[in-house]
């Protein structure tokens, strides 16, 4: 069966997947470091919930300790290791390595069809090289094609035809899916951990109350407000509601720039093709920003 042509991850450079993955873990170990020190936050405060009478007394101060114990080991693993560092540094690499890789192979801006392979090749190795040169402490880059593959130079040598249904198809519409998809999914993970809160929220009060009038001696309303704070945490490292908004602006956005893709004169490609790119861009550096405070622009 013949390969349809467009530019696939597996046809990207080994920069861009030594960089995915090392984001991949990074951002996998930040978020159980996460859950585990608001977990172990939450397992202390039940302790102390259960701490009546001797048996009560003695079970919970041995949950309060493994609580804590957790909370500060996550801490501790978390200051060695900062996965966010990986988590971030990783992507913001792997997404410009991406853009790179695509505006090498449709011929985008600074990427000129004018320009000869060894120039055009020498320009990406020094575009990457400038990206990753940060990271070249913290992360490895081998493999077989570390910068320009034979699937990326056998999309450049197509005709502008190809090459342009090519990057709408796989890029564009590709990324364009893949926002609205992510947009509707962190609108929905928003919407179900605000309700989440705001019945937790109300059970604490409720109990609280009850503790206050006296009908209710255990001190779950404690535990409810670990649980609440623990929630909080969660919901803003995800940060569910603006990713939601990036994503479904940036959805819009690349839907608007498939229209314009298809009508573009070859003359005027390069540029045009390169704006794709930056919208694209645009939306990583707004997320890198987000998480760090950094303004990082995605080559």
Same mark, same amino acid.
């Given at each position: ?84 560092? !990986?988590?971030?540094?990783?992507? +913001?690499?792997?997404?410009? $390595? =991406?853009?790179? *890789?695509?505006?090498? &192979? ?119 407000? !670990?649980?609440?704070?623990?929630? +909080?945490?969660?919901?803003? $490292? =995800?940060?569910? *509601?603006?990713?939601? &908004? ?54």
């Amino acid at each position: 069966m013949k390969q349809p042509l467009t530019l696939t991850d597996s046809d990207l450079p080994d920069v861009w997947r030594v960089a995915d993955t090392e984001s991949g873990k990074g951002q996998r170990l930040a978020l159980r470091l996460t859950i585990a020190k608001a977990g172990g936050g939450v397992l202390a405060a039940l302790g102390g919930a259960i701490s009546i009478g001797e048996v009560g007394l003695a079970v919970g101060a041995w949950i309060i300790l493994v609580g804590f114990v957790a909370a500060l080991a996550s801490e501790v693993v978390s200051w060695i290791f900062q996965p966010e560092r !990986a988590w971030y540094d990783g992507r +913001a690499v792997a997404e410009s $390595v =991406k853009t790179l *890789s695509w505006r090498y &192979s449709i011929c985008a801006e600074p990427f000129l069809p004018t320009l000869a392979e060894p120039e055009a090749t020498d320009l990406l190795r020094r575009r990457v090289d400038s990206v990753t040169a940060e990271l070249s402490e913290q992360i490895e880059f081998t493999g077989d094609n570390p910068v320009v593959t034979p699937g990326m130079n056998r999309l450049r040598e197509q005709p502008f035809v190809l090459r342009r249904d090519a990057y709408i198809e796989g890029r564009t519409k590709e990324q364009q899916s893949w926002y609205a998809w992510k947009a509707k999914f962190n609108r929905n993970q928003s919407r179900t951990w605000r309700v989440l809160l705001i019945f937790t929220e109300i059970a604490a009060v409720a109990l609280a109350l009850a503790k206050i009038v006296g009908g209710w001696p255990v001190d779950y309303a404690g535990l409810l407000g !670990a649980a609440i704070a623990a929630g +909080a945490a969660w919901v803003a $490292v =995800k940060q569910f *509601s603006p990713l939601a &908004s990036a994503y479904s602006v940036a959805s819009k956005e690349l839907a608007i720039q498939a229209d314009k893709l298809r009508t573009v004169e070859e003359e005027d490609w390069a540029l045009v093709a390169a704006d794709a790119e930056e919208a694209i861009s645009r939306e990583h550096t707004t997320w890198l920003a987000s998480r760090t405070g950094i303004t990082r622009r995605l080559r």
